[in-house]
């Protein structure tokens, strides 16, 4: 991936974890997008000092750009970290993940790299399920509790109007996402 487009995907990456971290930690949007940008660029410039940033384009055998892996490398240390790894939807559950970790770990081990880490939410069952067949070990697990019964809907961004309308009938509004159906 060229540094133009490392800037690119580190951008669509706020939008993203933002989506995520509101999902996740039940807060509101704009409140996940302040915190989603202001992590990934505290990671950014931290790890900037310690080692080196890289993110790789998943390709698939036919040559289709299927998803994006990005991994920092602390050399001293002997320790990577995938922070992200997005495969885009239409052309997740066949494996290109599962794939893309075999190859990353393999440019990994030539390079002498021991450890190979990454963080997943408890809710994506999917990537825990596949980080395990993998070989991934929990070195720690963070537990939250609510104490409010949360009421959560999710606006496609044509029905924004409506979230004045939800806000008064008390619900928090959490992420404002649209999909588009796939054939």
Known sequence: MSKEEFEIYKKKMYEEYSKVLAENLLI???????????QIDTIWNEDMKKGKNYG???ISTNNEHVGRIWVFVNYSSKKAFIYDIRIFPKYQKRGFAKSAIKELEEILKKEKVKFLELNVFGNNKVAYNMYKNLGFDETNINLMKGFQKQRVVTL??????????????GYRIVAIEMRKKLK
């Open 28 to 38: 509101p949007y704009q409140e996940a997008l302040v915190r989603a940008e202001d």
């Open 56 to 58: 790789y384009n998943v």
């Open 156 to 169: 496609p961004k044509f029905l924004r109007f409506l979230e004045t309308l939800f806000l008064k009938s």
